[in-house]
Structures are given as C-alpha cells and as structure tokens.
C-alpha cells in the first residue's frame, strides 16, 4: 500500500522514458536532416560563444533530432540522440531557444560569465537573489565604472 502511494504522489519516478508526464505522453515528431541542420546553425547565431567543435560533443552531426511537445504545455524540447538540449518555450517563435542545463553543463562557455561584486557571492551561495547593485559594470575599455569602483571601494564590498 505504500509503493502505491508514492506511485500516485510521484508517477514519474518509476517511469524511465522522458515522453510520460502525469499519464500523459507528449507528442513527438522527429526531424528531417535538413531542419536539423537549420537549427543547428540557428543555436550557432544565438550563442556566438559556442564553437561548431564544443556542440558536435553534445549534438553529432549525424545525431537524431526528436521535437517533443510537452502534454498540456506551451513549450517543446528539443532531444538530440534521447537527450534534451534545447527548450523552445514559445513554439510561434523559432528563434528563441533555451539551452537545458545538460547542455549547460556540457558547455558552459555558451552564457556570457557576469561579475559580481565579492561580497555578493556569500548570499548567492545561500539562496539570495541577484540584483544589479551586486553586479560589476565596466565601461567600453574593460575597466570597472569609475563611480561604481569608488563606492565599493568605500564600504570594501568589491575587489579590484
């Protein structure tokens, strides 16, 4: 009687194919090389910090695409050889597309890093949310905002 209530509380945990959410099972539709290929140079223009050599680790050229749309949502993920690395949370528009964090985690490089102040870090670490009094600004030359740097300097919240 409990292995049934915890099948009812989390159905998914038994179920090892990603397609079955609440019972449900999501639409999947797989696509042609050539859309393949579109979408790969897609995800290529959207993060320039992404090298051709640093996706085929996670995305083979010759890999499967499978377009799966999540039942009784918006979204759709993209799943590449059973793996899913790109979220598509509007599928009106082709041109926004959201890295999982597998891919995340396989390329890292792909999100622009953003520096914060060294104080800041501590209450990140601790569930805090990031606002932009936390973040370093720097001008045009790459040194940090002269006005920013003195204030931080001043309260010995930043590092130089």
């Known amino acids: 009687e409990r292995e049934r209530e915890r099948m009812t509380?989390?159905?998914?945990?038994?179920?090892?194919?990603?397609?079955?959410?609440?019972?449900?099972?999501?639409?999947?539709?797989?696509?042609?090389?050539?859309?393949?290929?579109?979408?790969?140079?897609?995800?290529?223009?959207?993060?320039?910090?992404?090298?051709?050599?640093?996706?085929?680790?996670?995305?083979?050229?010759?890999?499967?695409?499978v377009l799966e749309k999540l039942p009784g949502e918006r979204a759709a993920v993209y799943v590449v050889d059973g793996v899913p690395v790109l979220c598509k949370p509007d599928p009106r528009n082709d041109k926004e597309l959201w890295p999982t964090l597998y891919l995340l985690q396989q390329a890292p490089q792909m999100l622009p890093l953003l520096p914060i102040h060294a104080g800041v870090g501590r209450s990140?670490?601790?569930?805090?949310?990031?606002?932009?009094?936390?973040?370093?600004?720097f001008t045009e030359t790459g040194e940090p905002e002269p006005e920013l740097a003195e204030e931080a300097d001043a309260d010995g919240s930043a590092t130089a």
């Open 9 to 65: 509380l989390f159905p998914y945990k038994k179920e090892k194919n990603l397609n079955a959410v609440r019972g449900k099972r999501a639409h999947t539709a797989p696509l042609k090389n050539s859309e393949a290929r579109r979408l790969r140079q897609g995800v290529l223009s959207q993060f320039p910090q992404l090298s051709e050599r640093q996706l085929a680790v996670v995305w083979p050229r010759e890999g499967s695409v």
């Open 124 to 137: 990140l670490l601790h569930g805090a949310h990031l606002f932009m009094p936390g973040v370093v600004l």
